[in-house]
């Protein structure tokens, strides 16, 4: 049997088994701490020389003098073989704490391990167990950024992404006064996240295409570019140039996150250079609508955004076009709206070409929607409970998508997801106002003016 063939299937058991079956049936038996994430999954930051296996644990460094002779140490790094050794042995790696609290709350208590595993054939994952944690591995899912440029400064988003962000606390100073922000994210410039700027020698990006065209290409089933913004690099198009004039070299899906915030020159180069690119898809971030989106997501003229998702959808053959929603307190008012809008794409270019999802907001915590009054949260929630009832069974929504919102309703009921202990709430609630204030006088803007059906709340904090 060909091996496309063995992964086909195994994958097919995979996606027939429900969570906690392959939790129980298929990783625990490896080790009661196996995720595969730790051999085929990573995030590499190549700016900044610094790579990890999903989200969750803390970035580390990569060695710089390790991958002078072997590039594949961008991702096969002593931490990862470490991480791998303990996952073998059942031993849980302190970085992953994040799975580990979760099933911490019980045996049957589902993770990420779980997910991040899932999505790869059980015989990689079977040879991911049995192979010298010590041996480099050949990765499967690869997300890179190779800098972070960006003409965007999201009040989400911080200077370790975005060379806006750094700009606005070069020119005005560290924001004051934050309490519940342990990580320091608005109080300096992040140099550290790019050591070099484009046509300068990085050893991190040097690497990274030798080993793409050693051996990466060969076997990579996704590779996604994120950023910054990833086309105001350079190395993005270089990549894209890559996959146009090498077609039937690798079956590696291209995927490039944007903020789709370009001008129309730039949009259509863009479309004119990825033409020809197989199952390109792009990943794009939005949440509210107008005035709205553009004050959570400064820099954004919501208008040429719109207008930049279309002309890709009609004048691409991108597979899909992804709208990523970071739900946070400020997006609540007209997430509905803007749902309506993605359904209206949907009946114009497709179910499955247009798709969303709805991720919750957790850092800075002082922007989740749960610092909002219990008052404010029902509201939302109702409102967001009507456009379910009206919507929830139109064809064109697809079963993740429902999901995401039922999760979200849940998400702000007061009674399922109470408010953090009260020892925390007021630095929230402080830091709330100490931010969006500082905010507005840095970036001219006006949260009151821009968001009256929060006004009153705020104007108590
Ligand atoms: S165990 Fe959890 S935190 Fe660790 S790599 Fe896997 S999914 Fe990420």
């Known amino acids: 049997m060909p091996n496309s063939q063995i992964n086909l299937n195994s994958l097919q058991k995979n996606i027939s088994m429900n ?12 080790s009661d701490s196996f995720c595969a994430a ?28 390790e991958i002078a002779t072997n590039p594949s140490a961008i991702h096969n790094t002593a931490q990862k073989k470490q991480d791998r050794a303990d996952m073998q042995a059942g031993r849980r790696p302190s970085g992953c704490e994040y799975c580990w609290k979760i099933e911490d709350m019980g045996r049957d208590a589902v993770s990420d391990r779980v997910y991040k595993s899932k999505i790869y054939p059980i015989e990689a994952l079977n040879e991911a167990a049995k192979t010298p944690a010590q041996n480099d591995i050949n990765l499967k ?27 606005d606390i070069k020119r005005n100073g560290p924001y004051t006064n934050l309490v519940s922000d342990g990580r320091n994210h608005f ?15 990085n050893p991190y990006v040097d690497a990274f295409f030798q080993w793409w065209e050693t051996d990466l290409h060969k076997n990579l089933q996704e590779l996604r570019i994120t950023g910054g913004e990833p086309l105001m690099s350079g190395y993005t198009w270089q990549l894209i140039d890559w996959f146009k004039s090498n077609q039937g070299r690798s079956q590696t899906r291209l995927a490039i996150n944007s903020n789709l915030g370009m001008p129309k020159d ?32 400064d820099g954004l003229d919501y208008e040429l955004w719109m207008n930049n998702a279309q002309e890709l959808l009609e004048h691409t053959d991108i597979k899909a076009l992804h709208f990523m929603c970071t739900i946070n307190a400020l997006c609540l008012d007209t997430l509905p709206h803007f749902l309506t809008q993605l359904l209206r794409l949907k009946q114009t270019y497709g179910k499955q070409r247009v798709s969303f999802t709805l991720n919750i907001l957790r850092f800075p915590s002082f922007q989740s929607a749960l610092v909002l009054s219990d008052e404010l ?16 069974s139109h ?67």
């Not at 610094?50 to 803390?58: D, L, M, N, Y």
């Not at 950024?145 to 750094?166: G, I, K, L, Q």
């Not at 863009?270 to 959570?296: M, W």
Request: net charge negative.
């Open 38 to 65: 730790k051999w085929y999954n990573a995030t590499i930051w190549l700016g900044s020389g610094q790579t990890t296996s999903c989200h969750h644990p803390p970035a580390h460094a990569i060695n710089r003098s």
């Open 141 to 167: 899912t690869l997300e890179i950024s190779f800098d972070r440029t960006c003409n965007f400064a999201c009040s989400y988003c911080n200077p370790a992404f975005s060379s806006t962000w750094a700009n």
């Open 187 to 201: 109080t300096h410039t992040h140099d550290s996240s790019q050591l070099y700027t484009f046509g300068e020698s």
């Open 377 to 392: 949260r029902n509201n939302f929630k109702s409102v967001l409970e009507v456009w379910l009832q009206m919507f929830g």
């Open 395 to 461: 064809p064109l929504l697809q079963e993740h998508e429902i999901n995401h919102l039922k999760r979200l309703i849940d998400y702000l009921d007061v009674v399922k997801t109470p408010h953090s202990e009260a020892f925390d709430r007021p630095k929230l609630l402080n830091d709330f106002k100490q931010f969006y204030s500082q905010y507005d006088r840095r970036r001219d803007k006006d949260f009151c003016r821009t968001f009256p059906a929060l006004a009153d709340w705020y104007n108590t904090l």
């Open 266 to 297: 730039k949009l259509h180069a863009f479309v004119d250079r990825v033409k020809d690119i197989p199952h390109l898809e792009i990943y794009t971030s939005n949440e509210s609508v107008g005035v709205q989106a553009e004050y959570i997501r």
């Open 19 to 30: 969570d906690l079956e392959f939790k129980q049936q298929v990783l625990d038996p490896i």
